[in-house]
T-cell receptor, first 111, second 112 residues
Framework: ETGVTQSPTHLIKTRGQQVTLRCSSQ?????VSWYQQALGQGPQFIFQ???????GRGNFPPRFSGLQFPNYSSELNVNALELDDSALYLC??????????FGSGTRLTVV | KNEVEQSPQNLTAQEGEFITINCSYS?????LHWLQQHPGGGIVSLFM???GKKKHGRLIATINIQEKHSSLHITASHPRDSAVYIC??????????????FGKGTHLIIQP
């Protein structure tokens, strides 16, 4: 049983740039959700993909977008990076009614 | 006000002590999760609960749906239990998916 792998583990970008983060899904899972965790805070829900469609979204602007592929892996894209986008980005795969499997996260620093 | 509240925010205890972390939520949930996060950032799922009680090793999680409250207990605590413990609720949704709503976490340190 494979876990969830996120890449890259660390990333430094300049304000205004664009970034793509990647997440594999655990074998047998068909849903991927993405979370942003600022330093010292709990994770905040960005969006969720189920069978290649976005089926839920948190309070994040449209410059946060995503994709899910036929193998259920997923990408998170952030355009026009801002300093406040610096955070740990976590993805989690799931398949109802089972629980979630989290990746180790990508730490994004925007300078 | 956060829909999921945890207490305490920080907890330092001696090895062997019985630990309790509390979680209250203000809206209906379909499931409540207890998660463990280590300094590197990775999150491990400990329990998913919709009712009653679950036990795994020295960890016990309980939930009271009527009172909208859950607790995580650690028996015979050990320094390796030091981590941030987070509760997260999967909220009822009128349509679509709301993802997990997280508490801010409890930073637990167990001293030898």
């Amino acid at each position: 049983e494979t876990g969830v792998t996120q890449s890259p583990t660390h990333l430094i970008k300049t304000r205004g740039q664009q970034v793509t983060l990647r997440c594999s899904s655990q074998s047998g899972h068909n849903t991927v959700s993405w979370y942003q965790q600022a330093l010292g805070q709990g994770p905040q829900f960005i969006f969720q993909y189920y069978r290649e469609e976005e089926n839920g979204r948190g309070n994040f602007p449209p410059r946060f977008s995503g994709l899910q592929f036929p193998n259920y892996s997923s990408e998170l894209n952030v355009n026009a990076l801002e300093l406040d986008d610096s955070a740990l980005y976590l993805c989690a795969s799931s398949r109802a009614p089972s629980g979630y499997t989290f990746g180790s996260g990508t730490r994004l620093t925007v300078v | 006000k956060n829909e999921v509240e945890q207490s305490p925010q920080n907890l330092t205890a001696q090895e062997g002590e019985f630990i309790t972390i509390n979680c209250s939520y203000s809206v209906g949930i379909s499931a409540l999760h207890w998660l463990q996060q280590h300094p590197g950032g990775g999150i491990v799922s400990l329990f998913m609960l919709s009712s009653g009680k679950k036990k795994h090793g020295r960890l016990i999680a309980t939930i009271n749906i009527q009172e909208k409250h859950s607790s995580l207990h650690i028996t015979a605590s050990h320094p390796r239990d030091s981590a941030v413990y987070i509760c997260a609720g999967l909220m009822y949704s009128g349509g679509g998916a709301d993802g997990l709503t997280f508490g801010k976490g409890t930073h637990l340190i167990i001293q030898p």
